[in-house]
């Protein structure tokens, strides 16, 4: 099979990982993404919306489309779309915790279920012809860890890359991501595996692609503030010297190519309400940054939301704190409606 695009994809996160932020992503040296999680039950029925998933206005060589889902002739229907389309890369998501898809039978629960997990991967595969990957958690609780298992029926399905989130379901974004499990995957497999989890900085990254044998280490949640960790990540790996954070009115300018990229793509209405969060993201840190993120919760019209963006970058003073990798909402704990981070 070809070689990795990178040793640092981005991981896809429903509601976050859309075509604006992609662009930024790749801006700030992103070379290997995914689609937000797509359902292939909507895919099959033929939704409107969700086929909008499969004409991205950045299809490329770089991105794959992540599908959920727990019926083989739907995962099947879907990856043959997504192939039409022009997707080189299709993935089936069986890791992610979220209580509305795991109902379903899709995401972690597909790891109960390896029987049905059998069937949908052999499904896609007989439709895809380009990569073919899936991703996966260390188990289902601390009681029923089977990634290897998990991960060796999936190449025997004819799966070409096995990506590994080191928590289970029962952990869904907390604790401690279990690396040990994601080494043995590593060693175990004979197609390529991609780590994930607990990476909030450039050095962790680069770390932990040295330290697991891992082919390469998936980043979720710190991305979300600080995008330029791939780039530091792919410099760090060939021996140079990171750049660091960009101040504070690079970070305000590229956050305001994100807001027109969004107007353009979603209309003037949806870019007010989705850039509200990615501004909230890369305000941490900030003086006045709890204060910031208040006042542009409130603000109705985009043209006084850039204003106030450009305003706030353009006058704060550059942070000098780590940015830990956990996001937090507004109540302080991850909002499992984002899907499926790091």
């Not at 700030?28 to 993404?33: A, E, H, S, V």
């Not at 995914?34 to 991105?63: I, K």
């Not at 990506?163 to 379901?169: E, L």
Request: proline letters at 5%; hydrophobic letters at 45%.
């Amino acid at each position: 099979m070809p070689g990795l695009l990178s040793a640092f994809p981005m991981a896809p996160m429903a509601g976050v990982t859309d075509a604006p932020f992609r662009w930024r992503l790749r801006r700030n040296g992103c070379r290997l993404l995914f689609t937000e999680m797509v359902s292939a039950a909507a895919l099959a029925r033929g939704n409107r919306r969700t086929l909008e998933y499969l004409q991205p206005p950045d299809l490329g060589p770089d991105l794959g489309v992540q599908l959920f889902g727990a019926e083989p002739e739907e995962l099947a229907l879907a990856a043959h779309a997504a192939q039409g389309a022009g997707f080189a890369h299709v993935d089936l998501n069986m890791g992610c915790p979220v209580r509305k898809v795991v109902r379903s039978g899709a995401g972690a629960a597909l790891l109960l279920d390896l029987g049905r997990a059998e069937r949908c991967l052999r499904a896609m595969r007989r439709e895809v012809s380009g990569l073919l990957s899936v991703k996966i958690r260390t188990g289902w609780d601390a009681g029923s860890v089977n990634a290897l298992e998990v991960g060796r029926l999936a190449v025997d399905c004819g799966v070409d890359i096995v990506a590994v989130h080191g928590r289970t379901r029962a952990q869904g974004y907390g604790g401690r991501a279990d690396w040990d499990v994601i080494g043995e995957l590593a060693a175990a497999l004979p197609v390529p595996v991609l780590g994930n989890g607990d990476i909030a900085s450039a050095d962790d990254a680069v770390q932990r692609l040295r330290g697991s044998g891992v082919a390469g280490v998936m980043i979720g949640r710190v991305a979300l503030s600080c995008p330029w960790i791939f780039r530091d990540a792919e410099r760090l790996l060939r021996g140079e010297t990171p750049r660091g954070a960009p101040g504070p009115m690079e970070i305000g300018d590229d956050l305001l190519r994100q807001i027109d990229d969004l107007e353009s793509v979603k209309g003037a209405k949806v870019a007010l309400l989705e850039s509200r969060k990615f501004v909230a993201w890369a305000s941490r840190g900030f003086s006045g940054a709890t204060e910031f993120r208040r006042r542009v919760q409130e603000i109705r019209n985009l043209s006084q939301f850039r204003r106030d963006v450009e305003g706030f970058f353009s006058e704060a003073y550059p942070r000098e704190v780590a940015v830990e990798a956990r996001e937090p909402t507004k109540g302080g704990e991850w909002d499992e409606r984002q899907g499926e981070p790091a």
